[in-house]
């Protein structure tokens, strides 16, 4: 009979049905993603040791039939990283990669869909310079983690094996030892913290959603009772409705996410994309959803009735309520931090955390919320009344139904302090997973790293001719030694001409054929230098690139110390400090120009000449396909750190956008539930602008009380997860209350859209009845 209510009760009936059908299928929809993410992770991570090419691996193979060269060629355009391949076969039976059909030949490639839009666009013209060759094929789905991947695979000749230049040799793609690295406890504290607060605001979404027409509902359950219906009758009547609504959102839920599982497949956020064949739930998780959203319909539903008297005569809901009691509200808190509080100084060397009681503990202090926000709701507007009519009206409205406004806000109030807490746990916990580079981005923007060794001849004016460079900085390195053959004594020396050498010493002045000593050196045993002062005598016989026993012959260089060598000191900030002999091109014979290599280039940029990274790189990828080019930055973040927090950020974009949802869809139900006794107070006289007032008040109030106390909790649930890793409690109040002004301003948005149909709803035909 329930179930008949929910679909055979006239267009009211249906209008109910499919609210509570609209919300709890944007919950299942969030929870049907959810479900999807182990296999995200497992197809993406799957296709990563697929495709794997050990560069760096010693055990070489021989060359043979069945043996393919492979060189990276990775680069960047813009912000996204472009992966990058140069494959050289060297027999019929060598390998293909993943998702390849065919090699291309010299000159040609094959790449990803998403590489191919990009390189056929309109403001792509200088990756089209840089990726010169022809577009032979599309890498298929077997060889690409995400629907937007930019990938490429380019043919090459002449490929050699060396021990600086990124280019192996392989019988077969994959990683033969895929075995699942240690994770740090901290970092899988945040991935369980991240799941339950993402996930708790949907459960608390789902249980007011079935509770969409509450009140209308049980003015029909009275009738029923007059006509002679039992207490325990009505109350299965009305689970029944519940569950015939659940299984509605169960099946509009599962609807949006086969449509949402093909948008996402073309869709990137955060620089994250997946294939939509990603995006299949885990059987035992999906079915989970299954079951438990209707049983939480059901069980919601029968403990709601609890606080109902459904009489033959009417529902005993519009006489004064008894008031609600705080003690056994104060027990889910309570709980939650006595299960968390045995995990406080664990993680890193203390041991790891005990991951049923970390969730668990974080689950009972947010479930907590929804406990104690219908009491702060009702002790708080109980000693309300006088003000504006608008207020005096929010406020009696707010007294009769105080569970029900508590209701609408509960879901923002769960994930605000979710949110806070997280927000603390990173904050607090972000020096752990953050590396000082020792670079100075405000001095250099870019590095060049060349794929091997190469002579100093002028390659700095390459850079220094491109779009956007101000200054290119060269230096070469090499050794010298006392004795021409297994030198006793023996360092290294580093050759510039004098614009670079002072970007590594202080010198007074400088000339060409000039030669300097540093003072001082970082990084060594003997920070003082003195050792090396006292070999280099002015007059002193030394050898540039001398031979060492087992290794290949040097070109053992005469070199006479010169006499106006100079001691200056190191800057602190020097771009190199591996060697503190610093010679100007013209102080070294010309017999060792041969012996002086350079490895990279250091690039001052132009702020104001957009893409200058992109002409760096092109230069680069001009003089050396293999060269790899990076952006000085003087933190780097730890990876899996870096990805929990983008995750963070994905799961909360989509919370959010449910929770707005909810929230409309539940105004809405509410506006519905009141269209007579608003379209009466118009008739009667009463202003649009006071009952618009009246409705934004009802709103307002129990949201600001929500933020309040959802602060108060995720402030105590941070400072829990922080003594948790043994990381000192700092209080970010920015964040903290840039997460409270995200909640509001969701309900701000929320309650702008609700107004166009309140003032419909207040026309006189609003009280019309048949």
Not at 344 to 370: E, S, W
Not at 737 to 745: K, Q, T
Request: glycine letters at 10%; hydrophobic letters at 45%; a positive charge.
């Amino acid at each position: 009979m329930g179930a008949r209510f929910a679909v055979t009760g006239g267009r009211e009936g249906w209008v109910r049905t499919t609210l509570t059908a609209v919300g709890v299928g944007l919950g299942v929809l969030l929870l049907l993603l959810c479900t999807a993410v182990p296999n995200v992770m497992a197809s993406r991570s799957s296709v990563e040791d697929a495709r794997y090419a050990d560069l760096y691996s010693p055990d070489v193979p021989p060359r043979a039939d069945n043996t393919l060269l492979i060189a990276d060629a990775d680069t960047t355009w813009h912000d996204d990283d472009v992966r990058g391949r140069f494959l050289e076969p060297e027999g019929t039976r060598a390998p293909l990669p993943p998702g390849v059909d065919r090699f291309p030949g010299k000159g040609e490639m094959v790449v990803s869909p998403a590489l191919e839009k990009l390189l056929d666009s309109d403001d792509a013209q200088l990756l089209r310079e840089r990726l010169p060759y022809r577009i032979t094929g599309t890498i298929g789905e077997r060889g690409l983690i995400g629907s937007h991947e930019l990938v490429y695979y380019a043919g090459a000749s002449g490929l050699t094996l060396s021990d600086t230049a990124r280019v192996t040799r392989l019988t077969e793609f994959g990683r033969p030892d895929a075995t699942a690295e240690k994770t740090d406890p901290v970092l899988l504290l945040m991935i369980a913290v991240v799941f339950v607060v993402l996930l708790t605001p949907v459960a608390v979404f789902i249980a007011a959603a079935v509770r969409f027409g509450g009140e209308r509902r049980d003015r029909r359950l009275a009738a029923l009772r007059l006509v002679g219906s039992d207490r325990g009758m009505t109350r299965r009547i009305a689970a029944g409705e519940a569950l015939a609504g659940s299984l509605l959102g169960l099946a509009v839920g599962t609807g949006l996410f086969l449509l949402g599982r093909q948008k996402l497949g073309t869709s990137e956020l955060l620089g994250v994309s997946v294939w939509p064949s990603y995006l299949d739930p885990a059987p035992a998780l999906a079915a989970l959803v299954v079951v438990a959203v209707p049983v939480a319909a059901v069980l919601v539903t029968l403990l709601a009735m609890r606080g109902v008297v459904v009489e033959p005569l009417g529902v005993v809901r519009a006489a004064k309520q008894r008031r609600r009691r705080l003690w056994w509200r104060l027990l889910p808190p309570l709980a939650g931090l006595a299960m968390l509080y045995p995990m406080i100084g664990q993680g890193h060397t203390n041991g790891n955390f005990n991951q049923y009681l970390v969730i668990g503990g974080v689950l009972m202090l947010l479930i907590g919320i929804t406990a104690l926000l219908p009491w702060v709701v009702e002790a708080v507007v109980v000693r309300l009344g006088r003000g504006p009519l608008s207020w005096q009206l929010a406020v009696r409205r707010l007294q009769l139904s105080s569970g029900t406004a508590a209701r609408m806000v509960n879901g923002i109030a769960v994930a605000v302090a979710g949110a806070i807490a997280l927000q603390m746990l990173f904050t607090g916990t972000q020096d752990q997973y953050t590396e000082n580079t020792g670079q100075d981005p405000a001095r250099v923007q870019m590095q060049v790293n060349f794929s091997g060794p190469r002579q100093l001849s002028g390659v700095e004016r390459e850079f220094a001719g491109a779009k956007g460079v101000r200054t290119a900085v060269a230096l070469a390195r090499s050794q010298y030694g006392d004795s021409r053959r297994n030198p006793e004594n023996s360092e290294g020396l580093t050759v510039g001409d004098c614009a670079a050498l002072r970007e590594l010493a202080a010198l007074p002045s400088c000339k060409d054929g000039d030669v300097f000593v540093t003072r001082t050196r970082t990084g060594y045993e003997d920070p003082s230098n003195a050792s090396q002062i006292a070999l280099l005598k002015s007059g002193r016989q030394l050898y540039i690139d001398p031979t060492y026993d087992g290794a290949e012959r040097g070109r053992e260089v005469p070199w006479t110390v010169p006499a106006n060598i100079r001691v200056v000191d190191a800057r602190k900030d020097s771009l190199l400090n591996y060697t503190s002999l610093l010679v100007t091109p013209a102080a070294l014979p010309a017999a060792a120009a041969p012996a002086v290599f350079s490895d990279g280039v250091y690039l001052r940029l132009d702020p104001s000449v957009p893409d200058s990274r992109e002409y760096v790189r092109n230069v680069a990828a001009r003089i050396d396909p293999l060269a790899q080019t990076f952006g000085w930055t003087a933190a780097q973040e730890n990876g899996l750190y870096t990805s929990i927090r983008t995750g963070l950020f994905i799961g909360s974009a989509f919370v959010l956008a449910l929770i707005g949802a909810s929230l409309l869809v539940s105004q809405l139900e509410q506006l519905r539930e009141r269209r007579k006794l608003l379209s009466a107070l118009v008739a009667f006289g009463t202003r649009r602008r006071t009952l618009s007032m009246s409705v934004l008040w009802q709103t307002a109030l129990p949201v600001g009380l929500g933020l309040v106390l959802a602060t108060t909790v995720g402030v105590t649930l941070g400072v829990v997860l922080l003594k948790m890793t043994r990381t000192p409690v700092t209080m970010d109040w920015t964040s903290v209350l840039a997460m409270a002004g995200v909640g509001a301003a969701v309900v701000g948005v929320v309650t702008l859209l609700s107004l166009p149909p309140l003032l419909r709803m207040m026309r006189p035909a609003g009280l019309r009845t048949e």
